[in-house]
């Protein structure tokens, strides 16, 4: 309640103590549509400013969408029929599918691209593993039978599919630590599929750019039929009769 106040009252002191100059100077409907003019250009600059960003500003400052996102599937739903690749996947690299990138081992980093897409993968990889978990676990009612991150041994693989990226993360019993209360599970390797939705994060700002143009150019326009109708005129230059002084 406080911030709509705080917000309310600085939209009035500021744009509106402007607009009371231009109507004081121009009138009501000319200072309206000159005030108009000048806040949505300052909106084009802004919301241009977070859709595309500036030297040293990145993009995206402003109201966000819908961060990209793996959407999880199976190999028997109808989005599989999108990717011709998940035919192909074996359990393992090949036939189109790379492993995971590795950390290089002569002491370099991966390159940023690498890095994105490692991440990308342990993103989609950390989500199947609790999704695994949580669906199975419900049901168990023995602690010791439970899966965890430690008897659980994920292994993530992805493609390239129409410019998709498409995961497969295989999902194999492991060991636990000796002393964590677990078992061993005694399931077969399980295979999830993803992809990756690239969502629309500048979608608000981009919106917001589009209706600050069209008001813009409609305030513009607006102005321009104003002043056709009633022109500020002609500076007026005072004659020598109206400079001199009025006689008594």
């Known amino acids: 309640m406080k911030g709509l106040l705080f917000f309310l009252a600085g939209f009035v002191l500021l744009p509106g103590s402007v607009y009371m100059l231009l109507a004081a100077n121009f009138g009501a409907l000319k200072g309206y549509l000159i005030a108009g003019v000048a806040f949505f ?6 919301s241009a400013t977070w859709s595309f960003g ?5 993009a995206l400052t402003g109201p966000k969408g819908t961060d990209p996102s793996f959407k999880p599937f199976a190999r028997g739903d109808a989005v599989a029929s999108k990717f011709g690749n998940i035919g192909d996947f074996q359990g393992s690299s090949g036939n189109g599918w790379s492993g995971q990138p590795a950390e290089p081992t002569n002491g370099t980093k991966l390159s940023a691209t690498d890095e994105a897409l490692k991440a990308d993968l342990d993103t989609a990889k950390q989500a199947a593993v609790q999704t695994l978990i949580d669906d199975t676990n419900k049901n168990i009612k023995d602690s010791s039978k439970e899966l965890d991150v430690t008897n659980l041994d994920p292994k993530v693989f992805y493609t390239i599919d129409h410019g998709t990226t498409v995961v497969a993360i295989v999902i194999s019993p492991k060991e636990p630590p000796q002393g964590s209360g677990l078992e061993k599970p005694t399931f077969a390797p399980i295979t999830s599929f993803a992809y990756k939705d690239p969502g629309a994060p500048k979608l608000p700002s981009l919106l917001f750019l589009g209706g600050a ?21 002609k500076v007026l230059t005072p004659t020598p009769e109206a400079r001199a002084p009025a006689r008594v």
């Open 41 to 46: 250009g300052f909106l084009i600059l802004l």
């Open 54 to 58: 500036l030297p040293e500003t990145p």
């Open 213 to 233: 143009i069209l008001l813009f150019a409609l305030h513009v326009v607006l102005l321009g039929l104003a002043e056709r109708r009633r022109p500020l005129g």
